[in-house]
């Protein structure tokens, strides 16, 4: 989609941290990191978010979010990470493309309730 923010990242448009990619899949650092280490997981393929996700694209996405988990744990070396997602503007979703929250956690003083 044209005018979507994280299209344009998984297109290179717009510059991003790196964190994973596969054919189906893109994860990167968010610009505003709650925790040290929080990524976002998305599917290439524009998607609003989860009430119009294909169940293979679903699959694809959550295939490879253990993978990615480990990653964070040893390039950051949390106690523990939540996944969030939010669906729909009243539910804290700001972006219109499907997407993940990895959330490192670091114990209880690490900024994140
Ligand atoms: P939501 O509120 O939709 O669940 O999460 C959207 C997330 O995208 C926010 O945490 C926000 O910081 C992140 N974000 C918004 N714009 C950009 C961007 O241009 N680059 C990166 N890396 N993250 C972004
Ligand atoms: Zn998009």
């Given at each position: 989609?044209?005018?979507?923010?994280?299209?344009?990242?998984?297109?290179?448009?717009?510059?991003?941290?790196?964190?994973?990619?596969?054919?189906?899949?893109?994860?990167?650092?968010?610009?505003?990191?709650?925790?040290?280490?929080?990524?976002?997981?998305?599917?290439?393929?524009?998607?609003?978010?989860?009430?119009?996700?294909?169940?293979?694209?679903?699959?694809?996405?959550?295939?490879?979010?253990?993978?990615?988990?480990?990653?964070?744990?040893?390039?950051?070396?949390?106690?523990?990470?939540?996944?969030?997602?939010?669906?729909?503007?009243?539910?804290?979703?700001?972006?219109?493309?499907?997407?993940?929250?990895l959330i490192p956690r670091y114990g209880k003083d690490?900024?994140?309730?």
């Open positions: 989609m044209s005018d979507c923010i994280f299209c344009k990242i998984v297109n290179g448009e717009i510059p991003s941290a790196k964190v994973f990619e596969n054919e189906h899949v893109y994860a990167f650092l968010d610009i505003s990191q709650v925790t040290k280490g929080h990524t976002l997981v998305i599917p290439k393929q524009h998607c609003k978010n989860l009430f119009e996700l294909p169940e293979e694209t679903a699959r694809n996405v959550f295939e490879a979010v253990p993978g990615i988990a480990n990653a964070i744990k040893n390039a950051f070396q949390p106690i523990g990470l939540n996944l969030l997602n939010n669906n729909g503007e009243h539910a804290g979703q700001s972006v219109f493309h499907f997407h993940i929250h690490d900024g994140f309730r």
